[in-house]
C-alpha cells in the first residue's frame, strides 16, 4: 500500500518569499508522484507530476518539485511567492496503473501574507 | 470546451432522501471517476468508469451507484442519504485514466445531509 504525509495543514508565507510544502511518500515499488492545487471553490488542478523520468520537475506557476528517493519526499517549492499562490496543495502518489490508484494526502493550506 | 460540468453545486437533503449528482465532459474521455473530499481526509476515490457501459469501485464505494451509458455523462446515485455522505464530490475524467494523462476535475458539488 502507498500513502504520503504532508507536513503542515496550514502554512504562512510573506509575499516573495521562498515557499516550501513538504510532502513524504511512502510505496513498495517505484512510484509517480503528484501536486495538485485547489483554489476556493474549485476543483483540483494539477500543478506538476512525476513519473521516473527528471528527477527535479517543472510545473506551472513557477512551482517545481524535486524527487529524492533516498528521502522518500517529493517537496513542492517556488521561489517567490505571490498573492495568487493563495491555495490548498494537494501531494499524491501511486505505485503504478492508473488513476484508481492515487492516494491524496490531506492538503496544505498555503497562506499568503502581503 | 467546458470541461467537466457537475450539477448542482450545492444541495441540501434529508436522511433517507436520494439524489443524483451529475457530470459531463466534452472533451471525449473515456476515463470518469468520482471522488469525496473531507477535512482532513484528502480525496477519496468512490467509483470510476474506463469507458460506456463500464464502472468499478473505488476506496470507498457503500452507499453510491453510478452506471456510464455514455461516454460524456457519468452521474452518481445517493439511494438514501445519510449524514455521513456530507461531503463535497468532485466528478474528474482523463484520456484513458493512464497516468500519462492529464486527470480534469470539475468545480464539485458541496452536499450537506440532515
Known amino acids: 500500500a502507498q500513502s504520503v504525509t504532508q507536513l503542515g495543514s496550514h502554512v504562512s508565507v510573506s509575499e516573495g518569499a521562498l515557499v516550501l510544502l513538504r510532502c513524504n511518500y511512502s510505496?513498495?515499488?517505484?512510484?509517480?508522484l503528484f501536486w495538485y492545487v485547489q483554489y476556493p471553490n474549485q476543483g483540483l488542478q494539477l500543478l506538476l507530476k512525476?513519473?521516473?523520468?527528471?528527477?527535479l520537475v517543472k510545473g506551472i506557476n513557477g512551482f517545481e518539485a524535486e524527487f529524492k528517493k533516498s528521502e522518500t519526499s517529493f517537496h513542492l517549492t517556488k521561489p517567490s511567492a505571490h498573492m495568487s499562490d493563495a491555495a490548498e496543495y494537494f501531494c499524491?502518489?501511486?505505485?503504478?496503473?492508473?488513476?484508481?490508484?492515487?492516494?491524496f494526502g490531506i492538503g496544505t493550506k498555503l497562506q499568503v501574507i502581503p | 470546451n467546458a470541461g467537466v460540468t457537475q450539477t448542482p453545486k450545492f444541495q441540501v437533503l434529508k436522511t433517507g432522501q436520494s439524489m443524483t449528482l451529475q457530470c459531463a465532459q466534452d472533451?471525449?474521455?473515456?476515463?470518469m471517476s468520482w471522488y469525496r473530499q473531507d477535512p482532513g481526509m484528502g480525496l477519496r476515490l468512490i467509483h470510476y468508469?474506463?469507458?460506456?457501459?463500464?464502472?468499478d469501485q473505488g476506496e470507498v464505494p457503500n452507499g453510491y451507484n453510478v452506471s456510464r451509458s455514455t461516454t460524456e455523462d457519468f452521474p452518481l446515485r445517493l439511494l438514501s442519504a445519510a449524514p455521513s455522505q456530507t461531503s463535497v464530490y468532485f466528478c474528474?475524467?482523463?484520456?484513458?485514466?493512464?497516468?500519462?494523462?492529464?486527470?480534469?476535475f470539475g468545480p464539485g458539488t458541496r452536499l450537506t445531509v440532515l
Open positions: 510505496s513498495s515499488v517505484p512510484p509517480y
Open positions: 472533451m471525449n474521455h473515456e476515463y
Open positions: 474528474a475524467s482523463s484520456y484513458r485514466g493512464s497516468l500519462t494523462d492529464t486527470q480534469y
Open positions: 512525476y513519473t521516473s523520468a527528471a528527477t
Open positions: 468508469s474506463v469507458g460506456a457501459g463500464i464502472t
Open positions: 499524491a502518489v501511486t505505485p503504478s496503473g492508473g488513476y484508481q490508484k492515487v492516494t
